[in-house]
Structure formats: C-alpha cells, structure tokens
C-alpha cells in the first residue's frame, strides 16, 4: 500500500471549515483514499473514501486532485465535537477473498477551538 | 443494533499470565482484525482474518495468538511471550460490500 504524509497537527475555529492535507505521490491506479478519524481513546470512525472523483457525504467532502497524488479531507463547518486524530490511507480495494488491511500512520490531531 | 463488541473495556494482568480479549459482531462481515495502538501513536496490525478458520499474521504479531472458529467472534490472546503487552487493543470487521471498517470501542490492558 502506498505511503502517505499528514502534517501533525492543525488548529481551526469552530464554525469555519477544516481542509486536512494529505500527500500519497505513489498512490498506485488500484488504490483508493481513505479517511479516518479517532477521538480521544476510541475506536476510529470511518468519515468517507474515494478513488478519483470528488466525494461528499453527510459528515465531509474529499477532494482529489487530478493526478491523485494528494487529498483533502473538508470538514464545512467544524465543531468542538471535530476535534480528533484524522488518519489518511491508501489502500487497494480487492473482490474476492481479500480485503485488504489498512495501515494507519500517525495521523492529523485536529483541534477545533471556541 | 449492528455493531463490534470488545470486552473487557480495562483489563489488568499480571506479568507472566496470559489473556484474552473479546470481539464479538453482529454485522455479518467476513474479515476481522485486531489492531494495537500505544499513546501517542498510530495503529498496528496485530492479526486478520478473511474467513472462518483462516487467519494472518500483521506487522506485531509476535507474542499475539487469534482463532476464528465463528464468523462473529475473533478472540485475542495476548501471551506471557509478549514483553510490553500494555496498550489500547482495537477490533475491527469489514466486508467486500462496505470496504470501510467498523471498529470496536477498544480494550484497554494494563500489566501490573
């Protein structure tokens, strides 16, 4: 799976919009974007995942940019609630009888301030 | 409703004793996997399992020992053989429909 670079932490306002960076320059053509986010000792919770187009669902959009070479996760309007560890993956999607495992790395911490 | 149950959520063990975790899922998913993860730091692949009766080692497995003889349950055994088994330990499922995870709330062991 390929690797992927984060800068280890950020700081937005609550109610402004959070754009988390990602850098995969060796994303493979197989390969789709994953993000991932953990608060404070829990389980990490998936937020969103895609290939080449943009994607946007109930809690972020992901763009990706044209050579697929580095992401952004947005999140619209951050709360204290957004304030975690954000992790970018690049993983394979296989059928059949592998899944793939994710390899998380060290992530984004996020802090959402007043 | 569907989800991953880890249990104990703490868990206090004495050096030289082996333990086992608990992870349990109703989300009828083929894979399984344990995941370890230290403060500070990202998470490690223990083990995974794609089938029943069928499993993988990860990165860490040393001193980890798994079984899948249910496709709901995939217990972790961490063994006396594992030297710094202090750590947050994570279950997680998948399926080819829904190629994200669901993780557990997490089990936390402490050797005292």
């Known amino acids: 799976d390929a690797k992927t670079t984060q800068p280890p932490s950020m700081d937005c306002a609550e109610g402004r919009a959070a754009n988390l960076p990602c850098n995969h320059s060796?994303?493979?053509?197989?390969?789709?974007v994953y993000w991932y986010r953990q608060i404070h000792s829990q389980g990490p919770q998936y937020i969103i995942h895609?290939?080449?187009n943009n994607e946007t669902n109930e809690m972020a959009s992901l763009i990706i940019t044209e050579d697929r070479k580095s992401s952004t996760l947005i999140l619209p309007h951050a709360t204290l609630r957004d304030t975690a560890v954000y992790y970018c993956?690049?993983?394979?999607?296989?059928?059949?009888?592998?899944?793939?495992?994710?390899?998380f790395g060290q992530g984004t911490i996020l802090t959402v301030h007043p | 409703d569907g989800g991953i149950t880890q249990s104990p959520k703490y868990l206090f063990r004495k050096e030289g004793q082996n333990v086992t975790l608990s992870c349990e899922q109703n989300?009828?998913?083929?894979?399984m996997y344990w995941y370890r993860q230290d403060p500070g730091q990202g998470l490690r692949l223990i083990y995974y399992?794609?089938?029943?009766?069928?499993?993988q080692k990860g990165d860490i497995a040393e001193g980890y020992s798994v079984s899948r003889e249910k496709k709901e349950s995939f217990p972790l055994t961490v063994t006396s053989a594992q030297k710094n088994p202090t750590a947050f330990y994570l279950c997680?499922?998948?399926?080819?429909?829904?190629?994200?995870?669901?993780f557990g709330s997490g089990t936390r062991l402490t050797v005292v």
């Open positions: 997680a499922s998948s399926s080819t429909v829904y190629y994200g995870y669901t």
């Open positions: 060796t994303i493979s053509g197989n390969e789709y």
């Open positions: 895609g290939l080449k």
């Open positions: 993956i690049v993983r394979a999607n296989a059928g059949g009888t592998s899944y793939g495992k994710l390899t």
């Open positions: 989300l009828n998913h083929d894979a």
């Open positions: 399992s794609q089938i029943v009766n069928d499993f």
